[in-house]
């Protein structure tokens, strides 16, 4: 929409008023604006998950080799004195050196067992090779592939040598003897761990690494050539999985220093309390923390793994600090592999941090491979320390005085700066660093509540959020929680689950093993729950049963759809979709749960869901009732009986009002075709018989020269534009769009497509090509399905109930037809489907000898039930004429020229100017006798193939979609209600423009407009224009010619667009009418056969997109408007040589919008007025109108409720829509004696009907008093008339060619005859016209394509 800079510099005028229209605009309701209609219906994009443990270990065997050789120092190295001495926190001289080897032995197996108590453990103490090799071989042949743990320690023996080498002894430790690293990697294969505790270990990772290489190449050798030596040799293993920790770089000696263990690096890994308590009374710090001492920590109460004691809380803080830490530092993947994947490795690495930084305090700098990134200054250290500190600076009291110990405020704290993070952060930024330790308080009863909460608010962000949550591994903690019984968990737990199997639906599986699935049957069942909760269980058990047999067993047997069906009449729309979309899947494909579903007549309390106020619980209904008769069982007479009552009431939904129901409603009767399908091979036999003996006096039929759109060779007009929507509109219907058209044609080029049977092409060319529905082509065109539709009778569909049930196949086949040819391409492209399926199988059934011989193709096609024809390219544009003959299926395609092979589609080249006139026919055959795709031959001849095809091809994304909204942040607040929005200042300039337009075009009309026949508008238009629009608040105008429609800036003198409206060739555009004009606008057409089609994104930059489609009024049949009603006036047939109507006689479809209430009242060549609430998508009311004559103008206020309908007869009728059917009709004028070209009903609260017949006679009428108030007498033989709402003016443009402007008395303040400057040429016969509803424009359309707009005097405007 354009700013326009006059309107934005205007004065603010009266404040007061603007305030108070704003407030208006904003009360209005938007009709269209929901989600299914700017969304495709289609699920999200799944996401890998990639937080699953596709390859869980355990550590299985420990290997611990210790080299102490105690009383005597390796050569190599200095010791200090006094040094570090001790070993496993044993000093080896106070024993005897035996005993202290095997007790720090003893030691070290405990400290590990305290992380890993199952492993197998194995002491090897100051070992020969031998001794080494024989345990390495043993414990790997007992691990198989899992992990072994390679522990050494080198403080008795020289530093590790450059060439890869450790040291162990001789027999008699006379000697050290070297140990490869190499022949160490082979007797300990992969996966290992390996801990170096010794000086310059660095040197040993560096060999390890250098010796892995080698294997790695040696393997690749061996591989590419067999012949090689080393392909004999068996082969090494490879080193990939094998992780090492080391105490220092290769140039680094260990610390010397007294008071620390000699084995710190251990000491860390293993007892990594311990250590570091010791280190922080050995720092500066400590003296702040008054009577701790080395001799006091080691009294610190409790056991590690309590975690209400001192000892424990301390050691679940270390643990959520350094997860948290390394959560936040590491890539997600090494932290998957390193802290998830296998417990003891896990400890390993989070005590490894802790090495990292006391061991860097003294110059030492530990080494690990896979390499981390430094973690010793990570901020979370400084949350340890002050942990440390309140725990310690309790210790003197607790021990003397014996007072209880206060918990550490950590946990709280941390809760809180999560919560800040999700209070206060904006979009984009880097995840919360709180998240692990969120995890770990899930352990704690305390703080449990809490931090499920914020888990939940977390996960609402959205499914990036969960993908983070469930790689930190919240996995298992939220399933451990359904084994709960506090009732305060529910509601939380059910959001979470929600949230988590939105995004990630596999974990069905999980729930259902660990029987997770009762918790939420449960929550479902429990009626105090409130509503958002069951529908959150029920959208976490619909994940469950979906496509999962023992998901379905599991919930059946939990009385599941007994709780489903006890919900059905909840008043919360969203458990009631939630709900039947559950029984939909438990019973797909699931016999057991199907006969319980008949034994508590599901299928029947499903049945009032189908008149449900939302369209989305009408379609989940439709999904339960379609799944419910596509069950692939055997059938008895009972559920024949039952799938038979099914389908009838789903027919009822025939003519529902949203395309989302229908297309459901498609599939559903699929699964019925499926299933009964020898019966619908038969129906449809008959029906391609009876076509193809009957001809239908259809307009599309008889060359009659008004059927077909004059040829536009001018070369002004443009091509149409590509409609989203409609990339596959039927070529039979109309020309196809320039975008299709390149695309079929690089098709021809490259051969077609390969099509499987899966996808049946949704090109829906009309031509059919003999052979399977794999090639791109139907069997069944579009003219043909529409022809078959209008053979079979349709008064039949309205009595559907009650009708003997060896023809419900025939009903539902008319049910098809009849959606083949819904107005929303969504659902015709799948009704053709099925269509084409079914006649495909019962022609190859009825005739399976026959093949196709390439060498001639001749009129008389082979015994097929189609004959062949190709339509000829004409270069000069001009239509070809449809040809006369009904045998063939396709009933409009014109013989193709007397020689045996047709003519190849010469390839697409625009005429002159580049037009593709609207009638063009394009050739729509591929060529003949390619050889079609490559599995043509195999499916062909397989039924069984088909079957699938069909029931495979066939769904619609309802349920993914719907499973979208869990997906989505539920908490945020909408776009439009947040104050600082885009969305929300684009709205708010829209009612400011709106404000502007209202006032200034007000003080113009109350002026008073003396004259109007300033013309500030002409254009040719590239149709006849037969319906005009204005916008109300932009400069934007609508113009429709038969089946297209133009915009055109009138300011600018520009064309904004032009697109075609996709209704069949025999129709016709006869009304339209902006929706949501205040705000984001959408355009709605009427076509004469009864359908309406809302558009958006027209007159910008974007594609032109189809909204939604529906069939307004079901019998306005086109064949049923032959002649003009017999009680027209004489002069009505003379005035229609200028109409376009009178061809058919009636009035084409009449509609009017009221947008306060967002109804829709729709009427034309029938005998009521239909409502439809647009909210709804439903109908809500017809009013029968009385008369045996069409209606031919409509116009309602809301206000009172009233409608005035103009008729076909001369009678004007008011009716209120508050009262009952019999009763509504309040109020008959029958003054005028001919057609009525307008009725219009003033908007104000004592406003007058004022209506005005073809000969020219304005009445206005008091609705309370059966006489008119006033008469005034314009020209005669009207064509066309438009009443001003605010400026009382009314314009006429008559068969004369040309236009009067009346005013309220009668006056005539102008007549236009005359094209203002187009060298004085006569205007052409009006054929529609109409006025601005604020400004004083009136727009004027004309058989000779032209269209303008004549205003009020310049210097009033």
């Known amino acids: 929409m354009k700013m326009d800079s006059d309107l934005l510099h205007s004065p603010a005028v009266g404040l007061a008023e603007e305030e108070e229209a704003d407030m208006n605009d904003w009360k209005l309701p938007l009709a269209f604006m929901k989600k299914r209609h700017s969304e495709k219906i289609e699920g999200s994009k799944a996401l890998a998950q990639s937080w699953r443990m596709k390859d869980r270990m355990k550590t299985v065997s420990v290997a611990l080799v210790l080299c102490l050789n105690v009383g005597v120092d390796p050569p190599d190295v200095v010791k200090t004195s006094p040094c570090a001495r001790l070993e496993c926190w044993i000093d080896p001289l106070s024993m005897s050196p035996q005993k202290a080897l095997e007790t720090i032995g003893a030691n070290l197996q405990k400290q590990y067992e305290n992380w890993q108590p199952r492993a197998r453990y194995k002491q090897s103490l100051d070992p020969t090779v031998d001794e080494v090799k024989k345990l390495c071989t043993s414990l790997r042949r007992n691990a198989k592939e899992e992990r072994v743990l390679f522990h050494y320690n080198g403080h008795g023996v020289p530093r590790p040598t450059v060439n890869g080498e450790i040291w162990v002894f001789n027999k008699n430790y006379t000697q050290y003897i070297p140990l490869s690293i190499y022949d160490l990697q082979t007797w300990m294969g992969s996966p290992s761990i390996f801990v170096y505790d010794c000086s310059n270990a660095g040197i ?31 082969l090494p293993p490879s080193m990939k999985n094998c992780i090492q920790l080391a105490a220092c770089e290769a140039s680094e000696l260990l610390p010397m220093n007294p008071d620390l263990p000699a084995d710190l690096f251990t000491s860390c890994l293993t007892t990594p309390i311990k250590i570091a308590l010791r280190w922080f009374c050995m720092q500066k710090s400590a003296k702040l923390v008054p009577g701790v001492t080395l001799d006091l920590i080691e009294k610190i109460p409790g056991r590690l793994n309590d975690r209400r004691t001192p000892l424990g809380e301390l050691n679940w803080i270390f643990t959520a600090i350094t997860d948290t830490i390394a959560w936040n530092v590491l890539p997600r993947d090494l932290f998957q592999k390193l802290f998830r994947q296998d417990l003891l490795v896990a400890s390993l690495f989070r005590n490894f941090l802790l090495a990292e930084r006391i061991m860097r305090s003294y110059n030492c700098t530990p080494v690990s491979s896979p390499r981390l990134p430094p973690t010793y200054m990570h901020a979370m250290w400084q949350a340890w320390d002050l942990a440390v500190d309140i725990c310690l600076s309790q210790l003197p009291t607790i021990i003397e005085e014996g007072t209880a110990f206060r918990h550490s405020p950590f946990f709280a704290e941390q ?27 899930l352990l704690s009863q305390v703080h449990r509540l809490r931090a499920l909460d914020l888990l939940g608010r977390f996960l609402d962000l959205g499914p990036w959020a969960v993908s983070l949550a469930l790689s930190v591994g919240i996995f298992p903690y939220v399933l451990k929680l359904l084994q709960s019984s506090a009732r305060e968990l529910r509601p939380l737990l059910v959001f979470i689950w929600a949230k988590i199997l939105a995004v990630d639906s596999s974990c069905q599986a999980d729930l259902v093993k660990d029987n997770g699935h009762k918790y939420f049957l449960s929550v479902l069942a429990d009626s105090y729950m409130p509503a958002e909760h069951r529908t959150m269980a029920v959208f976490i058990l619909a994940v469950i049963v979906n496509n999962y047999t023992t998901g379905q067993e599991a919930c059946l047997q939990g009385n599941l759809i007994a709780n489903c069906l006890e919900q059905l009449s909840d008043p919360h729309p969203l458990l009631r979709q939630w709900v039947a979309i559950c029984l939909g899947r438990i019973w797909q494909n699931f016999d057991p749960a199907r006969w319980c579903g008949v034994r508590d007549s599901a299928h029947e309390k499903l049945y009032t869901l189908l008149s449900d106020p939302i369209p989305e619980v009408r379609c989940a209904a439709v999904f339960a009732l379609g799944t419910f008769v596509g069950n692939s069982a055997e059938r008895t007479d009972h559920s024949t009986t039952i799938d038979h009552n099914v389908a009838m009431m789903l027919a009822q939904l025939i003519n529902d009002g949203s395309p989302v129901v229908r297309k459901e409603l498609v599939v559903a009767l699929s699964h019925l075709v499926v299933q009964y399908e020898s019966n619908f091979c038969t129906v449809a036999l008959q029906f391609i018989e009876e076509e193809k003996n009957y001809s239908v006096p259809s307009p599309a039929n008889t060359a009659e020269p008004g059927n077909l759109t004059p040829v ?16 596959n509109i039927r070529a039979a219907t109309t020309a196809r769009l320039n975008k299709s058209l390149q695309n079929l044609n690089l098709n021809e080029e490259g051969g077609p497509p390969a099509f499987s049977p899966g996808n049946l092409s949704t090109s829906s060319s009309a031509s059919s090509t003999l052979g399977s529905p794999d090639n791109d082509e139907y069997i069944l065109s579009f003219e043909t399905i529409d022809k078959m539709r209008r053979v079979s009778s349709y008064s039949s569909l309205n009595s559907l109930i009650g009708v003997s049930f060896n023809s419900v196949y025939t009903q539902i086949w008319r049910v098809l037809l009849h959606l083949a040819a819904d107005p929303f391409p969504e659902v015709s492209d799948l009704a053709m489907k099925v269509l084409n399926s079914i006649a495909y199988k019962a022609t190859m059934n009825a005739r399976p000898q026959r093949i196709l011989d390439s060498g001639s193709l001749t009129q008389s096609a082979p015994a ?15 239509p070809p004429m449809p040809s006369t003959s009904s045998s063939s299926l396709t009933n409009e395609v014109p013989k193709p020229p ?34 079609g795709p490559e599995q043509a031959g195999e499916d062909g001849d397989e039924p069984c193939g088909h079957r699938n095809y069909i029931s495979v091809a066939l769904q619609t994304g309802l349920c993914d979609w ?40 007000r003080c113009i009309t109350q002026k008073g407009v003396s004259r109007l026949d300033d013309q500030i508008f002409i254009n040719r238009n590239p149709g006849v224009p037969s319906v005009v629009k204005f916008h109300p608040f932009n400069t934007c105008i609508a113009v429709a010619d038969k089946d297209s429609i133009c915009f055109w800036d009138w300011e600018k003198g520009e064309r904004l667009d032009y697109f075609y409206n996709g209704n069949p060739r025999y129709t016709r555009i006869t009304a339209m009418e902006y929706l949501n004009g205040h705000d984001c606008s959408l355009l709605l057409t009427a076509t004469d056969d009864g359908a309406l089609r809302i558009w958006k994104n027209f007159a910008d930059q974007k594609n032109p997109e189809m909204v939604t489609a529906w069939q307004g009024l079901s019998d306005m049949l086109p064949t049923t408007r032959g002649q003009p009603s017999a009680s027209a006036h004489s002069l009505a047939r003379r005035v229609s040589i200028y109409l376009d109507r009178s061809k058919q006689g009636g009035a084409g479809m009449v509609v009017d919008w009221e947008q306060e209430t967002g109804l829709l009242m729709t009427s034309g060549d029938v005998r009521v007025i239909r409502i439809w609430d647009t909210d709804r998508e439903m109908k809500v009311q017809d009013i029968p109108t009385g008369a045996d004559s069409c209606v031919t103008s409509l116009s309602c206020d809301s206000q009172r409720s009233l409608i005035v309908a103009g008729l076909g007869d001369g009678s004007v009728r008011v009716f209120d829509r508050r009262m009952g059917p019999n009763e509504c009709r309040v109020m008959t004028y029958r003054e005028h004696g001919a057609w009525v070209v307008k009725a219009h009903l003033q908007k104000e609260t004592d406003g007058h009907v004022i209506s005005v017949s073809v000969n020219g006679d304005v009445r206005f009428f008091e609705p309370r008093t059966p006489d008119s108030v006033n008469v005034l007498q314009t020209v005669k033989g009207l064509t066309a008339l438009d009443i001003h709402p605010q400026a ?14 009346y005013n309220s008395n009668g006056d005539v303040i102008s007549n236009i005859k005359y094209y203002d400057g187009f060298m004085g040429q006569r205007i052409g016969a009006i054929s529609c016209l109409a006025f601005h509803p604020y400004w004083p424009h009136l727009a004027v359309g004309s058989n000779d394509y032209y269209m303008s707009i004549y205003s009020a005097e310049k210097r009033l405007r």
């Open 415 to 441: 809760l809180t700066a999560f919560q800040v993070w999700l209070t206060m952060g904006v979009e984009n930024r880097n995840p919360p660093e709180q998240l692990p330790i969120v995890l770990q308080v």
């Open 1288 to 1301: 009382n003016l009314f314009a006429c443009g008559s068969m004369n060619q040309f236009i009067a402007v």
């Open 204 to 234: 040993i990772v560096k060999s390890f690494k250098q010796f892995a290489l080698q294997r790695e190449q040696e393997l690749e050798v061996a591989a590419i050539n067999p012949s090689h030596p080393l392909a004999q040799m068996p």
């Open 712 to 727: 536009r060779d001018s070369p002004a007009i443009p091509r149409l534009r590509p409609v989203n929507s409609y990339t």
């Open 864 to 878: 097929s039930p189609t004959s062949k024809g190709t339509h000829i390219h004409q270069a000069g544009g001009s």
């Open 898 to 931: 007397a020689r045996e092979q047709p003519a190849p589609r010469p390839p697409y080249t625009p005429t002159l100017g580049g037009q593709a006139p609207h009638s063009h026919q394009f050739p729509r055959t591929r060529k003949m006798f390619d050889k």
């Open 962 to 1001: 719907s499973a979208k909204y869990f997906a989505q942040p539920v908490m945020k607040i909408p776009e439009e209600h947040d104050l600082e929005s885009q969305v929300r200042m684009e709205r708010q300039w829209r009612f400011l423009r709106n404000t502007r337009v209202r006032r200034q075009s």
